[in-house]
């Protein structure tokens, strides 16, 4: 069976020759124990953190070791009660091929209920962090603005369209004119900015908010970031997700300083990550399905065929050519 491993810690923008693939044998299973066969891998932004030798909430990937993430993987022979032979399940596993398991951290997904990929994306983790930071930090008011950056990436296009259903003026930031118009033809977004066209970020946000701006879900943090806190209003909200656009910086970067704007505003500024609401999994996933099956939530995937392309699909996140969530399928 193959296995990727991280090689080297990236220094910028990870390159292939920081994974490396190697080849064992296929585990031998103990009694307790499951063997699972991957089927789906997710690549998320939030794992070039791990790559580095630095204290964060989570633990860095160790060199010469396979890398983690969420995996969609069925169970091909059990040793263990309450796991049979073609169940599906998923959680945080390696990236393997095969591995062993003893059940700790999975759980079952149906796979005739919704697409097995979708329990990555829209029922995944991506769905709970979209749901659960904007609406346990956001807590969007029928007529309010709420602005989303990386909007056509995974979370962002499932945030606007529940910012949508809560009754608010939704205006996303992407990286094209294709994209832009995809969340407003796609998604229901009611406009959108093409941040790499865009003169003066600041003067754009303000057209596109002439009310302003109420809620902030940020997902990539810098410049963009520094034009939407120009245009936040009193009692504003922002949810600080993820800060893609520095993940690849060798220094610290300087910027404006917030502080006197949060001060004058009033507004709530937080960082969070979705475990912090793991009590609420429950609530939320069971919502997010409902949407779904009403046709108010579309999920949007770009699939990526092989388990020796998943260094390449991680890459390909920084270069924004995922639509949606980007899944491996090995």
């Given at each position: 069976?193959?296995?990727?491993?991280?090689?080297s810690?990236?220094?910028?923008?990870?390159?292939?020759?920081?994974?490396?693939?190697?080849?064992?044998d296929?585990?031998?299973?103990?009694?307790?124990e499951?063997?699972?066969?991957?089927?789906y891998?997710?690549?998320?932004?939030?794992?070039?953190?791990?790559?580095?030798?630095?204290?964060?909430?989570?633990?860095?990937?160790?060199?010469?070791?396979?890398?983690?993430?969420?995996?969609?993987?069925?169970?091909?022979?059990s040793?263990?009660?309450?796991?049979?032979?073609?169940?599906?399940?998923?959680?945080?596993?390696?990236?393997?091929?095969?591995?062993?398991?003893?059940?700790?951290?999975?759980?079952?997904?149906?796979?005739?209920?919704?697409?097995?990929?979708?329990?990555?994306?829209?029922?995944?983790?991506?769905?709970?962090?979209?749901?659960?930071?904007?609406?346990?930090?956001?807590?969007?008011?029928?007529?309010?603005?709420?602005?989303?950056?990386?909007?056509?990436?995974?979370?962002?296009?499932?945030?606007?369209?529940?910012?949508?259903?809560?009754?608010?003026?939704?205006?996303?930031?992407?990286?094209?004119?294709?994209?832009?118009?995809?969340?407003?033809?796609?998604?229901?977004?009611?406009a959108?900015?093409?941040?790499?066209?865009t003169?003066?970020?600041?003067?754009?946000?303000?057209?596109?908010c002439?009310?302003?701006?109420?809620?902030?879900?940020?997902?990539?943090g810098?410049?963009?970031?520094?034009?939407v806190?120009?245009?936040?209003?009193?009692?504003?909200?922002?949810?600080?997700?993820?800060?893609?656009s520095?993940?690849?910086?060798?220094?610290?970067?300087?910027?404006?300083?917030?502080?006197?704007?949060?001060?004058?505003?009033s507004?709530?500024?937080?960082?969070?990550?979705?475990s912090?609401?793991?009590?609420?999994?429950?609530?939320?996933i069971?919502?997010?399905?409902?949407?779904?099956?009403?046709?108010?939530?579309?999920?949007?995937?770009?699939?990526?065929?092989?388990?020796?392309?998943?260094?390449?699909?991680?890459?390909?996140?920084?270069?924004?050519k995922?639509?949606?969530?980007?899944?491996?399928?090995?």
């Amino acid at each position: 069976m193959k296995i990727i491993q991280l090689n080297s810690r990236p220094v910028g923008v990870p390159q292939l020759s920081d994974f490396k693939m190697i080849n064992e044998d296929r585990p031998k299973l103990a009694d307790g124990e499951i063997l699972l066969k991957a089927s789906y891998i997710s690549v998320d932004p939030y794992m070039r953190g791990r790559m580095m030798d630095a204290k964060s909430y989570i633990e860095p990937f160790e060199l010469n070791k396979a890398l983690v993430s969420g995996i969609i993987a069925e169970v091909v022979e059990s040793k263990l009660e309450g796991f049979s032979k073609g169940d599906f399940v998923s959680g945080m596993l390696e990236w393997k091929e095969y591995q062993s398991s003893k059940g700790e951290g999975l759980f079952k997904v149906d796979s005739k209920g919704a697409p097995l990929s979708s329990y990555l994306g829209v029922l995944g983790m991506t769905g709970l962090t979209a749901y659960l930071g904007l609406t346990e930090i956001g807590k969007p008011k029928v007529g309010e603005t709420v602005v989303v950056s990386g909007a056509a990436g995974a979370v962002g296009s499932v945030v606007g369209q529940i910012a949508k259903i809560k009754g608010c003026r939704v205006v996303g930031i992407a990286g094209s004119d294709e994209k832009v118009e995809e969340l407003k033809s796609k998604y229901g977004f009611d406009a959108g900015i093409n941040y790499k066209t865009t003169a003066n970020m600041t003067q754009a946000i303000a057209d596109a908010c002439p009310d302003g701006v109420d809620v902030y879900y940020d997902n990539v943090g810098g410049e963009i970031s520094d034009a939407v806190m120009l245009n936040v209003n009193r009692f504003a909200r922002v949810i600080v997700c993820g800060a893609i656009s520095m993940y690849n910086e060798t220094s610290i970067p300087k910027g404006p300083r917030v502080q006197p704007i949060l001060i004058k505003n009033s507004v709530l500024m937080q960082g969070f990550i979705v475990s912090n609401y793991m009590e609420k999994f429950g609530q939320a996933i069971p919502q997010l399905a409902k949407w779904l099956q009403e046709g108010k939530l579309i999920s949007t995937e770009t699939i990526v065929e092989g388990f020796e392309n998943a260094p390449q699909a991680f890459i390909d996140l920084f270069e924004g050519k995922n639509k949606g969530k980007m899944i491996v399928k090995v």
